[in-house]
C-alpha cells in the first residue's frame, strides 16, 4: 500500500485533469455557465493538492520509484500547460472586445504567445536534464523551479475564479490589473526559473 499509494495519486491527477479539460470544453465567455467555472476551480485546486502530497509521501515513506520519477512531470505539464492552452482558447475571447477591434481579447488575461514562451522552457530544461543525467549526474528540480511550478497551481485557478464572478472589466478594472499582474509574474517567473538550470548546464559540460 505504502509503495503504490504516491504512484496511484499521480495516476489521479491525469485523471483530473481530463476531467478538468472536459468541463473548460462546455464554457464560453460571456454565455457560461459560469458554475463549470466554479466546478473547474475545485478540480483544479485537488489536483493541484495530489501533486505535493504524492511527492510528500514518496519521500516520507522513502518509496520514490522510476514511474513517479517520469510521471510526476509529465502529470504535472499535462494540467498546467493543458490549463494554460484552455485559458488562452477561443472559449475565453471577448466577442465584444473582438467587435470593438481591441487588442486585448481575452477574458483570461492568457495569450497564446505566453503558452509558447513556457512550453519553450519547458523543453528546454528536459533537454538540459536529459543530456546531463544521460552522463550519470544528477541534476534534480532547482528550488525556482519547484516555486515556479507553485506559482503556476495557483494562477489557474485564481484567473478561473477572476472569470467565474462574470465583472464587467471595465467597470472593476482593479479585477483586471490583479488578473494581468498574475498572469505576467507567473509567464516571468516561468521564464527566470530556466535560469538555473542553463546555468547548471554550462557548469557540468565546461571543458567539454
Not at 504567445?113 to 544528477?138: K, N, S
Amino acid at each position: 500500500m505504502y509503495r503504490h499509494l504516491p504512484n496511484s495519486l499521480t495516476v489521479f491527477r491525469l485523471v483530473l485533469a481530463g476531467v478538468f479539460f472536459v468541463l473548460l470544453n462546455q464554457y464560453r465567455y460571456p454565455a457560461g455557465p459560469h458554475w463549470i467555472l466554479w466546478f473547474s476551480a475545485t478540480i483544479f485546486t485537488l489536483a493541484a493538492l495530489t501533486d505535493w502530497l504524492d511527492g510528500h509521501l514518496a519521500r516520507r515513506w522513502k518509496v520514490e520509484t522510476v514511474f513517479g520519477r517520469i510521471m510526476d512531470p509529465f502529470c504535472d505539464k499535462v494540467l498546467v500547460l493543458g490549463a494554460f492552452i484552455y485559458l488562452a482558447g477561443p472559449r475565453f475571447v471577448d466577442p465584444l472586445k473582438v467587435e470593438a477591434g481591441d487588442f486585448l481579447t481575452m477574458a483570461s488575461g492568457v495569450y497564446p504567445w505566453m503558452i509558447a514562451v513556457m512550453l519553450a522552457r519547458e523543453l528546454l530544461v528536459t533537454g538540459i536534464r536529459d543530456e546531463i543525467e544521460g552522463r550519470g549526474i544528477q541534476f534534480g528540480a532547482k528550488l525556482p523551479g519547484k516555486l515556479k511550478t507553485i506559482l503556476q497551481l495557483m494562477t489557474i485557478p485564481a484567473i478561473i475564479v477572476i472569470v467565474a464572478l462574470n465583472l464587467q472589466f471595465e467597470s472593476h478594472r482593479w479585477i483586471a490589473v490583479i488578473r494581468d499582474l498574475l498572469v505576467y509574474t507567473t509567464v516571468v517567473v516561468t521564464v527566470i526559473s530556466g535560469v538555473p538550470y542553463v546555468s547548471g548546464f554550462g557548469r557540468a559540460t565546461r571543458g567539454n
